[in-house]
């Protein structure tokens, strides 16, 4: 692989980042995806999380069996693009205008 390799296309993250956490001392998927962005593109992670995941296995950084996916953090609840171009609002329970 070259150093213009991308692992995660989505968040432009390339191996040399990778590598880069690695040597930082980073080994686990959740501290790289921390550390690079990694994972949290449209995708969040579908795409790149295996190629991760391979890479800390070739390694020796990660057993195959202790890889785990990325921790998902969904909205609370949805928006709708709407809700976001008309920008904040008061809350009822907020005295301040």
């Not at 390339?14 to 501290?31: C, F, H, K, W, Y």
């Not at 991760?52 to 195959?64: C, D, F, K, S, T």
């Amino acid at each position: 692989m070259t150093a213009r390799t991308f692992v995660c296309r989505c968040e432009d993250v390339t191996l040399t980042e990778i590598e880069r956490a690695i040597a930082a001392g980073l080994s686990d998927v959740e501290e790289i995806k921390r550390y690079t962005g990694l994972g949290t593109g449209p995708c969040q992670g579908k795409e790149c999380l295996s190629a991760l995941g391979r890479l800390l296995v070739a390694r020796n950084l990660i057993a195959p069996a202790a890889l785990r996916p990325f921790t998902a953090r969904p909205p609370v609840e949805p928006v709708t693009f709407g809700a976001l171009a008309a920008g904040a609002t008061e809350h009822p329970e907020d005295p301040s205008p």
